[in-house]
């Protein structure tokens, strides 16, 4: 029988000791076949040094700080131990007999002297890097983008500043910033605490009820990206993302001009139904009547990249899922149910908010 097996991500067949033996090769299977064996365990960790969501595969200046200072750790770290582990099998190899002159200096230099020199160097390097890590904006206080994000159950209000800090608009669920340039973000929460992470631009930093705390990032790779909560928050909070576009400086400053042009709708028959069932309540959409600043603005809604804050891919489907039941998909969501609707009326407002752009 053949016992090929596919090693997960590896995709590497390996093959059992049973077929290994019968093929008469017993003798050499742990020594050729452990290596291989173990390689399943380790896939999966090198797979999430890549990707969208990875603080290994930086596309920002600050988690590029944060990798090397991670690599440079670990690589000091595998350093030291395996020089441990060789002095270990050394030990218990060689039966010497130390003289107790000779016993006192090892634990004075290897255990003593080597750990205090190694951490000191560690940390001095690590205080070092720091104010690379989390930069204050030093520029002109005019020329800076600012962004205030605050954190709701369980979403992201996304609001672009203006230079007099007024709010020029506002969106969610989605962070647009230009490459190359420093964004400051104003993190806020109306009530319980969250963290705001983008793994792949920076640390993570918490928004506070009753605090405006400050993050600056720069994305230096264009590209998209996501973003999660990083503080427990309710029982929706792995089910909070958002998706982050680094967009080349022109193609922001474009986007940002269309935005604040009230874009309307053609689709006036959805947009009626809309307004009907009462959704304005508590959603805007611009250059219409809904004016509702309770759930998410809803602008442009076709082009974001998914339903209820990373949870679903965007498609009418799930939008109407959403709708009819916003609690199924996402516990304790603040959206009311809308499950009495005729499923016709569903679809057809699930169409309309497809439709947006
Ligand atoms: Cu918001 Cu966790």
């Given at each position: 029988?053949?016992?090929d097996?596919?090693?997960?991500?590896c995709?590497?067949?390996?093959?059992?000791?049973?077929?290994?033996?019968?093929q008469?090769?017993?003798?050499?299977?742990?020594r050729?076949?452990?290596?291989?064996?173990?390689?399943p365990?380790?896939?999966?960790?090198?797979?999430?040094?890549?990707?969208?969501?990875?603080?290994l595969d930086?596309?920002?200046?600050?988690a590029?700080?944060?990798?090397?200072?991670?690599?440079?750790?670990?690589?000091?770290?595998?350093?030291?131990?395996?020089?441990?582990?060789?002095?270990?099998?050394?030990?218990?190899?060689?039966?010497?007999v130390?003289?107790?002159?000779?016993?006192?200096?090892?634990?004075?230099?290897?255990?003593?002297i080597?750990?205090?020199?190694v951490?000191a160097?560690?940390l001095?390097?690590a205080?070092?890097?720091?104010?690379?890590?989390?930069?204050?904006?030093q520029?002109?206080?005019?020329?800076?983008?600012?962004?205030?994000?605050?954190?709701?159950?369980?979403?992201w209000?996304?609001?672009?500043?203006?230079?007099?800090?007024t709010?020029?608009?506002?969106?969610?669920?989605?962070?647009r910033?230009p490459?190359?340039?420093?964004?400051?973000?104003?993190?806020?929460?109306?009530?319980?605490?969250?963290s705001?992470?983008?793994?792949?631009?920076?640390?993570?930093?918490?928004?506070?009820?009753?605090?405006?705390?400050?993050?600056?990032?720069?994305a230096?790779?264009?590209?998209?990206?996501?973003?999660?909560?990083a503080e427990?928050?309710?029982?929706?909070?792995?089910?909070?993302?958002?998706?982050?576009?680094?967009?080349?400086?022109?193609?922001?400053e474009?986007?940002?001009?269309?935005?604040?042009v009230?874009?309307?709708?053609?689709?006036m028959?959805?947009?009626?139904l809309?307004?009907k069932?009462?959704?304005d309540g508590c959603h805007?959409i611009?250059?219409?009547?809904?004016?509702?600043?309770?759930?998410?603005?809803?602008?442009?809604?076709?082009?974001r990249?998914s339903?209820?804050a990373g949870?679903?891919?965007?498609?009418?489907?799930?939008?109407a899922?959403?709708?009819?039941?916003p609690?199924?998909?996402?516990?304790?969501?603040?959206?009311?149910?809308?499950?009495?609707?005729p499923?016709?009326e569903?679809?057809?407002?699930?169409?309309y908010?497809?439709?947006?752009?």
């Amino acid at each position: 029988m053949d016992d090929d097996r596919l090693t997960g991500p590896c995709r590497r067949p390996i093959r059992s000791k049973r077929s290994l033996g019968q093929q008469g090769i017993k003798g050499s299977y742990c020594r050729s076949v452990r290596p291989i064996a173990s390689a399943p365990f380790f896939c999966p960790l090198l797979v999430s040094c890549s990707g969208i969501q990875s603080a290994l595969d930086p596309a920002g200046r600050e988690a590029a700080h944060v990798a090397t200072l991670f690599f440079t750790m670990l690589i000091g770290g595998a350093v030291i131990w395996l020089a441990v582990v060789g002095l270990l099998f050394y030990a218990a190899r060689k039966r010497r007999v130390h003289s107790e002159k000779g016993a006192g200096q090892l634990i004075l230099w290897g255990g003593a002297i080597f750990p205090t020199v190694v951490l000191a160097a560690l940390l001095a390097y690590a205080v070092w890097l720091m104010p690379n890590i989390r930069p204050w904006f030093q520029g002109e206080a005019g020329s800076v983008r600012r962004i205030e994000v605050t954190g709701e159950q369980f979403w992201w209000r996304v609001r672009y500043l203006r230079q007099d800090g007024t709010v020029a608009f506002e969106t969610a669920n989605e962070v647009r910033i230009p490459v190359g340039e420093r964004v400051i973000f104003s993190l806020k929460s109306p009530d319980v605490i969250h963290s705001f992470w983008i793994p792949v631009l920076g640390g993570k930093m918490d928004m506070i009820p009753g605090r405006d705390n400050q993050l600056t990032l720069m994305a230096e790779k264009s590209g998209t990206y996501r973003g999660v909560c990083a503080e427990f928050c309710g029982s929706s909070h792995a089910l909070m993302a958002f998706t982050v576009l680094a967009m080349e400086a022109q193609d922001f400053e474009n986007w940002m001009a269309a935005r604040q042009v009230a874009s309307g709708t053609e689709d006036m028959d959805g947009l009626a139904l809309f307004l009907k069932q009462g959704c304005d309540g508590c959603h805007a959409i611009s250059g219409t009547e809904a004016r509702g600043t309770i759930g998410p603005d809803l602008t442009a809604f076709g082009e974001r990249g998914s339903v209820a804050a990373g949870t679903l891919e965007n498609v009418e489907e799930h939008i109407a899922r959403f709708i009819r039941d916003p609690g199924a998909i996402k516990p304790e969501a603040r959206m009311p149910h809308f499950s009495m609707l005729p499923d016709a009326e569903i679809d057809r407002i699930a169409a309309y908010l497809k439709g947006l752009r």
